[in-house]
């Protein structure tokens, strides 16, 4: 028998004598269990328990004739289908297995609720060690927490903690971009009609935190290096789109400013006509 392929069948999962038995099995065709046995070089007993556990492995079909069982070897196509399939699974199991031993860690997920929930949110934002990327409601928050600016602002601007954020074009998001330079923060307004949101979302370090302000105050920090870095993704690109955005507005403003400065100037006075000097004949 071919040594290598006898070695592939064991590398596949087979004994030796379970290799043995499925190569006769496929050189002979269809074969009572004695030409099997013949050919795979060991006794029929032994030949016809391989072969059922062949059977129970999908490997063999069989069939009755004249009181004689005769057994068939699967194509060796289906066996490489099946093994490659086998191949697939363990694949996608990978990361089970990773999780088994520790090398992939869940996300942490903490939730919070109501406002001294919430107020422990903001509190670990003053943990970070990167700027906070954020999408806020400047209305929203300081409706709960009045003294917002007092308890969180001050703190993160005392602890040179920078923030980037994204927020409606509103009165209360014009009254806090006025003040960034104070506040270590650029702020990026966006017209709230398109673009209205009135939760709070903020992504520093290894963490998204997420605030609800509607019907009841409630809150998560997800702790993720995988999830914080895709939202850091998402948030450029809304960064920029923002600063297109403000560009664009700011172009139409000027324009309209333009035209209402044209509209409101007087009209020019008409000037009178001089008739030229008569010159008189020499």
């Keep these: 028998m071919d040594k290598q392929l006898i070695d592939i069948l064991i590398s596949l999962g087979l004994t030796d004598k379970e290799s043995k038995v499925y190569l006769a099995c496929t050189q002979k065709g269809t074969a009572p269990v ?19 556990k062949l059977k129970q492995k999908g490997l063999v079909s069989f069939f009755n004739q004249d009181k004689i069982r005769y057994f068939s070897s699967i ?3 289906i066996l490489l289908e099946e093994f490659e399939k086998r191949t697939n699974d363990l694949r996608r199991s990978i990361p089970k297995f990773r999780r088994l031993t520790g090398e992939i860690n869940h996300p942490r997920v903490r939730y919070f609720e109501g406002l001294e929930g919430i107020k422990l949110i903001y509190a670990d934002t003053l943990t970070s060690k990167t700027d906070i990327l954020n999408y806020s409601n400047s209305y929203e928050i ?14 993160r601007v005392k602890k040179k903690i920078f923030l980037k ?3 409606p074009k509103d009165k209360a998001g014009e009254l806090v971009h006025a003040q960034d330079k104070s506040a270590c923060r650029e702020m990026r307004l966006l017209p709230p009609k398109q673009f209205d949101f009135t939760n709070e979302i903020n992504i520093y370090d290894d963490k998204v935190a997420i ?16 999830i914080a870095n895709s939202q850091r993704a998402i948030f450029n690109m809304c960064w920029q789109f923002a600063e297109i955005t403000q560009s664009t507005l700011r172009q139409a403003q000027g324009k ?15 000037q009178s006509k001089v008739a030229p000097p008569q010159i008189a004949a020499p």
């Design 34 to 52: 004695s030409d099997i046995a013949h050919i795979a070089g060991i006794n029929r007993v032994t030949a016809y328990d391989i072969l059922e």
């Design 165 to 167: 954020g994204i927020c």
């Design 75 to 77: 194509n060796p196509e």
């Design 256 to 270: 309209l400013r333009s035209a209402a400065i044209f509209r409101d100037s007087p009209a020019p006075r008409p």
């Design 211 to 226: 605030i609800s302000f509607k019907d009841e105050l409630i809150g998560m920090i997800i702790e993720s290096s995988e």
């Design 142 to 155: 300081r409706i709960h927490w009045p003294n917002y600016d007092d308890e969180y602002i001050a703190k």
